[in-house]
C-alpha cells in the first residue's frame, strides 16, 4: 500500500492524559492574577464607598427641596388665613353681610355695596379667584363671581359647607362634585351681635399658585419633580411634569403609600425618605412630608440614574482602568509565554504530524540554541525518508491508475442500469402524475450526476410543450420561467426538435449547436439530450437531461434515457385513468356522505328537544302538572298541535330523499277537503296571532271527498299557509277553495313581498329560496315536497306573483282517485 503525503488536522493528535495544564496557559493565568486581581478589590471599596457618599448628599438635597416647598405652602396659607380675616375687619361691610345673611330675596343696594367691595379685595392679591358669602342654609347671598350666586352649596354637597358654619377652616383639596376640578375653599365666621354664627365668608383659593409653588424645578436635574397627593383618593391635587399623568388622576408608589399614612393616622405628620419605584415605575430617591391642613403628601423625587450618574462614571473609569491593566498584563504575559513555547510548540506539531504520516511538514527553528539545533536535525531526517517514499508512491499510482479506469467505467454503467431499474419501480408504485414526476426528476438528475432534469407534457390543443416537473443538481425542484410553456415550432430549441421530430436529440456541446436555446439561469450547461416520450404513436412530451459536461451523452445514455421515457409514457397513462377514477368514486362517496349526515342531523337534533316538549305540553292538559282552566287547555292543543305538525315537518326532511330515489308510499283513503282546510285554519291563526297580518277564507261549503293522503295534503296546506304568513310583514292572507269541474282548486293568497320572475321557478327546487326570502329563513324543502306530494295525487301546482303585491299558491287536485303504477287497496309508491 502507498504511503501519502498529506495536512494534519486538530483531531490527528495523540492525547497524553498525563498532561494537565499547559505552560503557557500557567503563565497567562499566574500574569494576570498578580496584575489584576489587587486592583480590582481596590477599586471594589472605593466605588462602593463613593457610592454611599453620593447617596446620602442626595438624599439631604431632596429634603431640603421637601421642606422649603413645604414651609412655602404654610406662608402661602397663613397669607390667605390673613388675608380673609383683614376683609371682615371693615365694620361698615361686617355689618353689611350680617344684614344680608339674615335677610331673603334680594340683597339690594346693600349686596352690591358687599359684591363691590370683595371684588376690589380680589383685585388686590393673587391667592384668591373668589370671595363668596353664604348663609346657615348653604344659599350663596354675594359673590364676585355673579354666576355663583344663589346656588345651594349644600345641595352640591360641597365639604365646606358644615365645617365652615363652626368657625375657621381650611378645606383640604378636593374634586368639585359640579365643576369636577380641584378645589381649595378657606372660610371664616360671621357671627351676630350675640356671637352666634349666621354665615360664612370663603374664599376659593387659586390651584395655579399652589401649582408654581410645586412645579417649581430648581435643585431637580432633569428628572426631578415635586407633587402634591390627595390623602383621600391619592391622586393628583398638582400637575405632573409629565403629560400624561393629570390632576384628578390616581395614582399609586411606595412613596406615596407610605407618606399617606398620616391620612390614616387623623392627620398626623409624617416624613421620610428612601429608594423605591415611583408612580411611573421609575427608581428614585424620594423625600417625603405630609401636610395636615391639606390632608395631602408632598413627595420630591429624582430618578436614580441621575442622581447617580457620578457613581456610574467612577464605576465606568474604574471597570476601564481595570481591564486596561488585565489587558497588559495578559499582553506582557503573553509574550514572555510564546517567547518560551512557541518553537517547543512547533516542533511537536511537525513531530505529532510526521507520526500519523504527514511529511510535507517542517519545524523551521530559526532560533540559535539548543532547540534550533533539534528542530534542523529533524528537517534532515524527515527529507531523507520523503525522497525515499516518494519514489515508491510514483510506482504504486502507476498502477492504481490502470486499475481505477477501468473500474470506473464498469461502475458507471452499473450505476446507469440500477438508477434505470429504481425508477422504473418508483413509476409502478407511485399513482400521482405531479408527484411522480417530481421523483423520476428527482433521481435522474441524481443517479446520473446531471446540472438539471426536466420533463414537459405536450398540451395537443395549444400546440405547447408545458413545463410539469424539474430539479436542479441536488434534487430540489426547480422552475425555469423560459422552460415553462415551448412552442412546439420554437426554435431554437433542443427540446422541441425532438418533440417535432419524435425521435431523441442530442447536444453534447451546446456553444457550437444552432438548435439548442440558452437560458440564463442555466449558464453552465455544456451538453443536452432530450428523449421524446411517447405512447405508441402518440407524443406524450418531452423528457430533457443537461450536464456541465461537454460530451457528456452516448449512446448508452440515449438507450437508458430512452427506456426510461417509454416507462414514463405508460406510466403517465396509468396515472391519469387512475386519478379520474380515484376522483369519480370520491365525488360519489362524499355526495352520499353529505346526504347522510343531513339526514341523521336533522333526525337527531330536531326530533329529540320537539318530542320533550310534545311530552311536556301533553302533561299539562292531562293536569300531570296541575290544574288547568278551559283556556290553557285549548292552548296546549294548539301547542301540540303546532308541535305535531312540525314534527311531521322534519319526517319531511327525510321524506325528500325518498322522494329523489321513487320510495316515499302514500296512504290513501277517503280525505274531506273541508274538514283537512279547517284544521289547517286552525292552526293558522296561531300563526296570525299578536302579528298585523288578517286571515280570511273563502271555502265552498260541501266540497266532494277525494282519494289521497290526508297528512301529507294537510302538510301541502299548511306549508303554503304558513309560507304565506311569514312573507306576509304586515297585510293579510286568505284561502280560497271551490270545485271547477273534475279539480277541486286551493288557493293560498297573500299581499307580502312577492317573489321576482327570474326566481319563481328556483322556489320549487330542492334547498332553493329567492334572494328576497333567504332574510325569513327556512330549509328550502317545503315547496319541492309539496310539489312531489300534488303531482303524486296527480294534480299540480303553480303560482302567481308580482313584486310588493304579493303572491298567490295554487294547488288543482283531482276528484278522481289518483293513478297507481301497480293496484294497491290503501298505498302507492312515488
Known amino acids: 500500500m502507498a504511503f501519502q503525503l498529506r495536512t494534519t488536522t486538530p483531531t490527528d493528535k495523540p492525547k497524553d492524559p498525563r498532561l494537565r495544564i499547559r505552560i503557557?496557559?500557567?503563565?497567562?493565568?499566574?500574569?494576570?492574577?498578580?496584575?489584576?486581581?489587587?486592583?480590582?478589590?481596590?477599586?471594589?471599596?472605593?466605588?462602593?464607598?463613593?457610592?454611599?457618599?453620593?447617596?446620602?448628599?442626595?438624599?439631604?438635597?431632596?429634603?431640603?427641596?421637601?421642606?422649603?416647598?413645604?414651609?412655602?405652602?404654610?406662608?402661602?396659607?397663613?397669607?390667605?388665613?390673613?388675608?380673609?380675616?383683614?376683609?371682615?375687619?371693615?365694620?361698615?361691610?361686617?355689618?353689611?353681610?350680617?344684614?344680608?345673611?339674615?335677610?331673603?330675596?334680594?340683597?339690594?343696594?346693600?349686596?352690591?355695596?358687599?359684591?363691590?367691595?370683595?371684588?376690589?379685595?380680589?383685585?388686590?392679591?393673587?391667592?384668591?379667584?373668589?370671595?363668596?358669602?353664604?348663609?346657615?342654609?348653604?344659599?350663596?347671598?354675594?359673590?364676585?363671581?355673579?354666576?355663583?350666586?344663589?346656588?345651594?352649596?349644600?345641595?352640591?354637597?360641597?365639604?365646606?359647607?358644615?365645617?365652615?358654619?363652626?368657625?375657621?377652616?381650611?378645606?383640604?383639596?378636593?374634586?368639585?362634585?359640579?365643576?369636577?376640578?380641584?378645589?381649595?375653599?378657606?372660610?371664616?365666621?360671621?357671627?351676630?351681635?350675640?356671637?352666634?354664627i349666621i354665615g360664612v365668608l370663603a374664599g376659593r383659593l387659586s390651584v395655579e399658585t399652589l401649582n408654581s409653588i410645586m412645579t417649581s424645578r430648581i435643585g431637580l436635574g432633569e428628572t426631578g419633580e415635586t407633587y402634591l397627593i390627595s390623602g383621600e383618593n391619592s391622586n393628583f391635587i398638582t400637575a405632573s411634569r409629565f403629560e400624561t399623568y393629570t390632576p384628578q388622576q390616581s395614582v399609586t408608589s411606595e412613596g406615596i403609600s407610605r407618606v399617606l399614612q398620616g391620612f390614616g393616622r387623623n392627620n398626623q405628620p409624617v416624613a421620610g425618605s428612601g429608594f423605591y419605584d415611583n408612580y411611573r415605575g421609575q427608581r428614585v430617591i424620594g423625600v417625603y412630608r405630609y401636610i395636615p391642613q391639606l390632608e395631602s403628601g408632598l413627595l420630591a423625587e429624582i430618578e436614580e440614574s441621575e442622581a447617580l450618574a457620578t457613581v456610574q462614571a467612577?464605576?465606568?473609569?474604574?471597570?476601564?482602568?481595570?481591564?486596561?491593566?488585565?489587558?497588559?498584563?495578559?499582553?506582557?504575559?503573553r509574550f514572555v509565554t510564546v517567547w518560551i513555547?512557541?518553537?517547543?510548540?512547533?516542533?511537536?506539531?511537525?513531530?505529532?504530524?510526521?507520526?500519523?504520516?504527514?511529511?510535507t511538514q517542517r519545524a523551521g527553528l530559526a532560533q540559535i540554541s539548543e532547540i534550533g539545533q533539534l528542530g534542523q536535525a529533524f528537517d534532515t531526517m524527515t527529507n531523507t525518508l520523503v525522497d525515499s517514499l516518494n519514489e515508491r508512491n510514483r510506482r504504486i499510482r502507476d498502477v492504481e491508475r490502470l486499475s481505477a479506469t477501468l473500474e470506473q467505467r464498469v461502475a458507471a454503467r452499473t450505476r446507469d442500469l440500477k438508477l434505470a431499474a429504481d425508477v422504473s419501480r418508483q413509476i409502478t408504485t407511485?399513482?400521482?402524475?405531479?408527484?411522480?414526476?417530481?421523483?423520476?426528476?428527482?433521481?435522474?438528475?441524481?443517479?446520473?450526476?446531471?446540472?438539471?432534469?426536466?420533463?414537459?407534457?405536450?398540451?395537443?390543443?395549444?400546440?405547447?410543450?408545458?413545463?410539469?416537473?424539474?430539479?436542479?443538481?441536488?434534487?430540489?425542484?426547480?422552475?425555469?420561467?423560459?422552460?415553462?410553456?415551448?412552442?412546439?415550432?420554437?426554435?431554437?430549441?433542443?427540446?422541441?426538435?425532438?418533440?417535432?421530430?419524435?425521435?431523441?436529440?442530442?447536444?453534447?456541446?451546446?456553444?457550437?449547436?444552432?438548435?439548442?436555446?440558452?437560458?440564463?439561469?442555466?449558464?453552465?450547461?455544456?451538453?443536452?439530450?432530450?428523449?421524446?416520450?411517447?405512447?405508441?404513436?402518440?407524443?406524450?412530451?418531452?423528457?430533457?437531461?443537461?450536464?456541465?459536461?461537454?460530451d457528456r451523452f452516448d449512446d448508452n445514455d440515449v438507450a437508458v434515457l430512452t427506456s426510461l421515457a417509454e416507462q414514463i409514457a405508460v406510466a403517465l397513462r396509468n396515472a391519469q385513468l387512475f386519478t379520474e377514477a380515484q376522483k369519480a368514486r370520491e365525488e360519489a362517496e362524499e355526495a352520499n356522505r353529505v346526504k347522510s349526515q343531513f339526514l341523521a342531523n336533522m333526525s337527531h337534533e330536531l326530533r329529540t328537544p320537539l318530542n320533550a316538549i310534545l311530552n311536556f305540553a301533553e302533561f299539562m292538559v292531562d293536569g300531570d302538572l296541575g290544574e288547568v282552566n278551559d283556556e290553557q287547555v285549548d292552548a296546549l292543543n294548539k301547542v301540540i298541535s303546532s308541535g305535531e305538525h312540525l314534527l311531521s315537518l322534519i319526517n319531511d326532511v327525510l321524506d325528500i330523499t325518498k322522494i329523489e330515489v321513487g320510495m316515499l308510499e302514500l296512504f290513501i283513503e277517503e280525505v274531506d277537503i273541508n274538514a283537512t282546510l279547517k284544521s289547517v285554519l286552525?292552526?293558522?291563526?296561531?300563526?296570525?296571532?299578536?302579528?298585523?297580518?288578517?286571515?280570511?277564507?273563502?271555502?265552498?261549503?260541501?266540497?266532494?271527498?277525494?282519494?289521497?293522503?290526508?297528512?301529507?295534503?294537510?302538510?301541502?296546506?299548511?306549508?303554503?299557509?304558513?309560507?304565506?304568513?311569514?312573507?306576509?310583514?304586515?297585510?293579510?292572507?286568505?284561502?280560497?277553495?271551490?270545485?271547477?269541474?273534475?279539480?277541486?282548486?286551493?288557493?293560498v293568497k297573500d299581499t307580502?313581498?312577492?317573489?321576482?320572475?327570474?326566481?319563481?321557478?328556483?322556489?320549487?327546487?330542492?334547498?332553493?329560496?329567492?334572494?328576497?326570502?333567504?332574510?325569513?329563513?327556512?330549509?328550502?324543502?317545503?315547496?319541492?315536497?309539496?310539489?312531489?306530494?300534488?303531482?303524486?295525487?296527480?294534480?299540480?301546482?303553480?303560482?302567481?306573483?308580482?313584486?310588493?303585491?304579493?303572491?298567490?299558491?295554487?294547488?288543482?287536485?283531482?276528484?278522481?282517485?289518483?293513478?297507481?303504477?301497480?293496484?294497491?287497496?290503501?298505498?302507492?309508491?312515488?
Not at 124 to 145: C, H, K, M, P, V
Open 430 to 550: 407511485i399513482l400521482d402524475i405531479e408527484q411522480l414526476l417530481q421523483e423520476v426528476v428527482k433521481a435522474t438528475v441524481q443517479g446520473f450526476d446531471l446540472y438539471c432534469c426536466f420533463v414537459l407534457r405536450y398540451d395537443e390543443q395549444s400546440q405547447m410543450l408545458n413545463r410539469v416537473a424539474g430539479a436542479d443538481e441536488n434534487g430540489n425542484p426547480v422552475s425555469i420561467d423560459e422552460l415553462a410553456h415551448i412552442p412546439l415550432d420554437a426554435e431554437p430549441s433542443v427540446i422541441a426538435a425532438a418533440a417535432r421530430r419524435r425521435r431523441p436529440v442530442t447536444v453534447n456541446d451546446v456553444t457550437k449547436s444552432t438548435i439548442h436555446m440558452k437560458q440564463e439561469t442555466l449558464p453552465d450547461t455544456r451538453s443536452e439530450l432530450s428523449v421524446p416520450i411517447m405512447l405508441g404513436d402518440q407524443l406524450l412530451g418531452v423528457f430533457d437531461v443537461q450536464s456541465r459536461e461537454v
Open 682 to 747: 286552525s292552526t293558522g291563526k296561531g300563526l296570525v296571532k299578536d302579528r298585523p297580518v288578517e286571515l280570511y277564507e273563502d271555502i265552498q261549503p260541501d266540497l266532494p271527498k277525494i282519494q289521497g293522503d290526508r297528512r301529507r295534503l294537510r302538510q301541502v296546506f299548511l306549508n303554503l299557509l304558513s309560507n304565506a304568513v311569514k312573507f306576509t310583514p304586515q297585510g293579510s292572507v286568505t284561502i280560497t277553495a271551490k270545485l271547477e269541474g273534475e279539480e277541486i282548486i286551493i288557493s
Open 314 to 333: 467612577v464605576q465606568f473609569v474604574s471597570v476601564v482602568a481595570a481591564a486596561t491593566m488585565a489587558i497588559i498584563a495578559l499582553a506582557l504575559g
Open 752 to 830: 307580502g313581498v312577492g317573489i321576482p320572475p327570474e326566481d319563481q321557478d328556483a322556489v320549487f327546487e330542492s334547498f332553493r329560496q329567492s334572494e328576497g326570502g333567504r332574510e325569513f329563513g327556512g330549509t328550502g324543502l317545503g315547496l319541492p315536497i309539496s310539489k312531489h306530494f300534488v303531482e303524486a295525487h296527480g294534480g299540480r301546482v303553480w303560482l302567481e306573483s308580482e313584486v310588493g303585491k304579493g303572491t298567490t299558491f295554487y294547488v288543482a287536485l283531482p276528484v278522481s282517485k289518483p293513478e297507481v303504477d301497480e293496484p294497491q287497496p290503501e298505498t302507492e309508491q312515488v
Open 24 to 196: 503557557g496557559t500557567a503563565l497567562n493565568i499566574y500574569s494576570l492574577t498578580v496584575a489584576v486581581l489587587p486592583v480590582l478589590v481596590v477599586v471594589a471599596i472605593a466605588v462602593n464607598l463613593f457610592s454611599q457618599q453620593a447617596r446620602n448628599q442626595r438624599v439631604d438635597q431632596m429634603t431640603s427641596i421637601a421642606e422649603s416647598k413645604s414651609q412655602e405652602i404654610q406662608r402661602w396659607l397663613d397669607t390667605s388665613q390673613t388675608i380673609l380675616r383683614l376683609i371682615l375687619t371693615n365694620p361698615e361691610q361686617y355689618r353689611r353681610m350680617s344684614d344680608i345673611l339674615l335677610s331673603r330675596g334680594r340683597t339690594g343696594p346693600q349686596g352690591d355695596s358687599v359684591r363691590l367691595f370683595l371684588q376690589d379685595q380680589l383685585e388686590l392679591q393673587d391667592a384668591f379667584t373668589e370671595f363668596f358669602i353664604y348663609n346657615l342654609r348653604g344659599d350663596i347671598r354675594i359673590s364676585t363671581n355673579p354666576d355663583q350666586e344663589a346656588i345651594n352649596i349644600d345641595e352640591q354637597n360641597q365639604p365646606y359647607f358644615e365645617a365652615g358654619l363652626e368657625g375657621e377652616y381650611i378645606q383640604p383639596p378636593y374634586i368639585d362634585p359640579v365643576t369636577g376640578q380641584i378645589e381649595i375653599v378657606i372660610t371664616a365666621p360671621i357671627s351676630n351681635t350675640t356671637n352666634d
Open 341 to 359: 513555547t512557541r518553537p517547543i510548540n512547533r516542533l511537536t506539531r511537525v513531530a505529532e504530524a510526521v507520526m500519523t504520516g504527514d511529511y
